[in-house]
Nanobody, 124 residues
């Protein structure tokens, strides 16, 4: 059964950086289209960035463009999110997600495999 495990979250000051990792198990990782989502308390789960199975095509939320970078290493079965110039409004639980289907929207329902989430807290 395919699983995703996130790591790399923590507490950082505004302006700092963090790199999140998402390790995938299963033989089909190289075929997964994947994304990073985040959810702050009392808010909906929103797309941060997504990447296609080959790691070539990326899409970012406007709020993180130029600050965050998503990448996918199929040899290591790992998805990454490099987060720079962090702001207090980036504070949330970050989830990685995967699907074998073609992703056409920013909706969480497009993905059927989810990690447990990792907390990112940015202090001002």
């Amino acid at each position: 059964q395919a699983q995703l495990v996130e790591s790399g979250g923590g507490l950082v000051q505004a302006g700092g950086s963090l790199r999140l990792s998402c390790a995938g198990s299963g033989r089909t990782f190289s075929r997964w289209n994947m994304g990073w989502f985040r959810q702050a308390p009392g808010k909906e789960r929103d797309l941060v960035a997504r990447i296609n199975w080959a790691g070539k095509n990326t899409v970012y939320a406007d709020s993180v463009k130029g600050r965050f970078a998503i990448s996918k290493d199929n040899g290591r079965n790992t998805l990454y999110l490099q987060m720079n110039s962090l702001k207090p409004e980036d504070t949330a639980v970050y989830y990685c997600a995967a699907t074998l289907r073609v992703v056409e929207t920013h909706q969480p329902g497009e993905y059927n495999i989810w990690g447990q989430g990792t907390q990112v807290t940015v202090s001002s």
